[in-house]
T-cell receptor, first 113, second 113 residues
């Protein structure tokens, strides 16, 4: 039972353009969402998070949008840079928990110069 | 370096052998998590410690797996009688209550022959 789904295994974008990564969830108890980035041979690195009381959170080039009614969130990267090429994981947690994360399968982002 | 460290980074073992991995969290973090990641999937939760208390174990953690955090600092994950299906990346993460994110170590890649 995949409670967090990233349906696009890969995404290819030109440098300077927008990258949009999508994530869907099924568990209504999830109310805290995070995006992690992972380079080969490294552990995941936290990027940005959003609580269900918001529908948008922005940090520099990264913006996360949350649509609670659709149980959908997205990560926008503008402008995309070659150094953004990595695997991006969406993760979710009930805020009442101790922080146990449920991850999606990941999306491989490639930004071409 | 004050990040999460894991040892060893790679482990190759024969089926039926026991293996033990170590995780050193960020020193002021009292929450410690173990996750397992297989190829093409996101990390899956295995177990969680708050200080030295193991508060939750996933059903993925069969009775061949045991984790400890004896003094509330470093943690060990032992797998007894390894099977080929145990081959995966084992990730450790740490965090603080109310913190936005979990900080991941680089992982231990286990290969069972």
């Amino acid at each position: 039972d995949q409670q967090v789904k990233q349906n696009s295994p890969s995404l290819s974008v030109q440098e300077g353009r927008i990258s949009i990564l999508n994530c869907d969830y099924t568990n209504s108890m999830f109310d805290y969402f995070l995006w992690y980035k992972k380079y080969p041979a490294e552990g995941p690195t936290f990027l940005i998070s959003i609580s269900s009381i918001k529908d948008k959170n922005e940090d520099g080039r990264f913006t996360v949008f949350l649509n609670k009614s659709a149980k959908h969130l997205s990560l926008h990267i503008v402008p995309s840079q070659p150094g953004d090429s990595a695997v991006y994981f969406c993760a979710a947690s009930p805020s009442t928990s101790y922080g146990k994360l449920t991850f999606g399968q990941g999306t491989i982002l490639t930004v071409h110069p | 370096d004050t990040g999460v460290s894991q040892d060893p980074r790679h482990k190759i073992t024969k089926r039926g052998q026991n293996v033990t991995f170590r995780c050193d969290p960020i020193s002021e973090h009292n929450r410690l998590y173990w996750y397992r990641q297989t190829l093409g999937q996101g990390p899956e939760f295995l177990t969680y410690f708050q200080n030295e208390a193991q508060l939750e174990k996933s059903r993925l953690l069969s009775d061949r797996f045991s984790a400890e955090r004896p003094k509330g600092s470093f943690s060990t994950l032992e797998i007894q009688r390894t099977e080929q299906g145990d081959s995966a990346m084992y990730l450790c993460a740490s965090g603080i209550p109310g913190g936005d994110e979990q900080f991941f170590g680089p992982g231990t890649r286990l290969t069972v022959l």
